[in-house]
């Protein structure tokens, strides 16, 4: 790729890779920038943001001076080290980028630091590098001074660590920024470290020793390959299902076990549009899924491990239900929604939101997500426990009692609250999984209540969600609008996949909310529901779940033929944003976990089906 950004600086979405280490995950651009990172955790402030505001947001770039300049950026087979590479006919260079996960309890050097480790392979190149942190979303000064030379930036804000940058290169101040220019001939490298201070050396100063580095770096490289190696998935698309799941697992937390939705915030669904939304917390909607498609790869301890969080939230009401919508990766509920004034926004779009106003909502569908996860976990796994059982049935009780009410739905509308199908469909699939569950595993239960309400739903859902002149599922009660969250009725086992009412459905979605292998939620111009101005791309999970309903109801050559061109619209390394636009380019916060989740379950039925194995038994 030759230079990639625009005018003004932007560099676009798809044009980066991510490191993380299961805590936080920075964005590496195509031609050698940082330009994001959230600091020292996923929902932290941010520390660089020049992905938000090439001028104001803060990056760390090293740059190479070299005429006729390509780069092409790749990960390391079966890792999340990312290696970025400076080609032209005077000169070959590549940065290798990671954020060290250490296999032993011993705390080495650098455990929690981004590590870039540079290596020129063929002639001799001139390097320009500068770090320029701006701490609490560019809202915060800092001071920097270099000590033995080292440099050490310490936030105005109380709220930010202090950060230090160590090098194998001599570094200058320019400012509050750190600088340096260098030259290496072919076979010299250099090394770079950005990150948390030493608590144990306050002034942050240590001896970057490279011994540690290259120990750090096999010990990173090991993990991931090990860790993707216990994945049973050895079908068709094993490339990409191993992509997507080692960005999965990038976006668990290694401390409490929780996933993310995605690392970022405020990426635009429209350029220029107010779709702009904080995702860097955990669903229990998209965990839920999450948690499915480990199983599916056979992952089970980011399963066990999410299932002992979800434990930790049962027993928290929420404000409109016993569950929240979504928390901070370790249970913090509250997310409150702030605009900020100090970024710009990606390519100008406004307003630029942390936090996400939504977790106050009512969303009855994340009940029957959740208990379809505790289901498919005690299958798996271990059983649930006596007191895990009891506060699900505390949760079923409510459930009872408010599984019909008008709320905000999947898509979190702001339009106010309807009866939205997806919402009444995953209440029957929370009842039905209770009841599997207690008689699978001899429980204590009101079942009979329970099927009483899981067959009101059944008979609620074909009687008022079924729109006999569309010949289809509807939107919401009462509506003549689609949308494509009903592409999730087979798939939670809902409705065959053949039956007459499902078939015109898939029929009806593919006319109206299809482009080739596009699909978009719905219709939010000519029926604006969710109370917001613009437009968006489609929604890319959307697409893979349209696309694993085609091969459910035997349409299997059309099924692999769109899968293979959404194959197509990943970036440059495998990976998807939440939306892509009518060019192709992507929209929405990156790397999006709904998106890779269901890329992964249409790939293992999809495979399973082309090889005649698709028909398994109902679970």
């Known amino acids: 790729m030759a230079n990639t950004r625009n005018s003004a600086g932007f560099q676009s979405i798809e044009n980066y890779g991510v490191i993380g280490n299961m805590r936080s995950i920075a964005l590496v651009s195509v031609d050698g920038s940082i330009d994001f990172l959230c600091f020292p955790n996923f929902d932290s402030p941010s520390v ?129 920024d750190a600088t340096a220019t260098f030259t290496l001939r072919a076979g010299e490298t250099a090394t770079l470290a950005f990150g948390q201070i030493d608590e144990e050396d306050k002034t942050g100063v240590t001896i970057l020793d490279l011994a540690n580095v290259d120990e750090h770096f096999q010990q990173t490289y090991r993990f991931w390959r090990t860790w993707i190696s216990r994945s049973k998935y050895t079908g068709r698309w094993r490339e990409m299902v191993n992509r997507s799941a080692l960005m999965l697992k990038l976006l668990c937390s290694d401390e409490y076990g929780s996933l993310i939705a995605a690392p970022t915030f405020s990426l635009p669904e429209q350029v220029g549009g107010e779709r702009n939304w904080d995702y860097r917390y955990t669903w229990l909607r998209d965990s839920s899924f999450s948690l499915y498609a480990f199983m599916q790869l056979g992952f089970v301890e ?45 390519k100008d779009s406004r307003p630029v939101r942390i936090g996400n106003g939504a977790y106050q909502q009512l969303q009855l569908d994340i009940y029957g997500e959740l208990i379809d996860a505790i289901y498919l976990a005690s299958k798996y796994g271990d059983g649930i426990s006596y007191d895990g059982w009891h506060d699900l049935q505390r949760i079923l009780d409510w459930l009872v009692k408010n ?39 001899s429980l204590a239960a009101p079942i009979e209540k329970w099927r009483e309400i899981r067959d009101l739903i059944y008979e609620d859902i074909h009687t008022n969600f079924w729109n006999d002149d569309l010949k289809s599922f509807v939107q919401y009660k009462g509506s003549n609008t689609l949308d494509a969250s009903v592409l999730l009725m087979p798939l939670m086992r809902f409705i065959s996949p053949t039956d007459r009412r499902w078939l015109s459905t898939l029929e009806a979605i593919e006319t109206r ?81 709904f998106t890779h989740l269901a890329l992964i379950s249409a790939a293992t039925f999809l495979d399973r089906a082309l090889s005649g194995h698709a028909h398994t038994p109902w679970r």
């Open 513 to 593: 909310l299809t482009e080739d292998s596009l699909v978009y939620r719905y219709d939010n111009i000519r029926s604006p529901v969710d109370g917001l101005r613009g437009g968006e791309g489609s929604f890319t999970a959307c697409s893979f779940w349209f696309i694993e309903c085609l091969a459910r109801s035997h349409q299997l050559e059309k099924a692999r033929l769109l899968f293979d061109k959404m194959l197509g619209y990943a970036n440059h390394v495998g990976l998807y944003s939440e939306q892509l636009g009518s060019s192709g380019e992507h929209l929405g916060n990156f790397p999006q976990a």
């Open 302 to 346: 980011e399963a066990q491990a999410f299932t002992r969080w979800i434990r930790g939230r049962l027993h928290e009401d929420a404000e409109h239900g016993p569950l929240q919508v979504m928390y901070h990766p370790d249970g913090r509920q509250d997310l409150d929604e702030i605009i900020l004034e100090s970024l710009l926004g990606y």
């Open 403 to 441: 599984w019909n009410r008008p709320d905000e739905g999947i898509w979190e509308v702001r339009g106010g609250r309807r009866e939205f199908l997806h919402s009444r469909l995953m209440c029957w699939v929370a009842f039905d999984r209770a009841i599997r569950l207690a008689g699978k595993r």
């Open 48 to 176: 660089f943001a020049a992905l938000l505001d090439p001028q104001r947001g803060g990056f760390l770039r090293i740059s190479a001076d070299i005429d006729d300049l390509h780069t092409k950026q790749l990960y390391l087979p079966d890792t999340n080290i990312l290696v970025t590479r400076f080609l032209s006919e005077s000169g070959v260079a590549e940065i290798t980028d990671f954020m060290p996960v250490v296999e032993s309890k011993d705390k080495l050097p650098y455990g929690h630091h981004i590590l870039r480790m540079l290596r020129v392979i063929k002639g001799q190149i001139t390097f320009r590098m500068r770090c320029a942190p701006r701490f609490d979303y560019a809202r915060s000064g800092h001071t920097a001074h270099n000590e033995d030379g080292s440099i050490c930036f310490a936030p105005e804000s109380k709220d930010c660590p202090s950060l230090a940058l160590h090098a194998t290169f001599p570094i200058q101040l320019d400012g509050n």
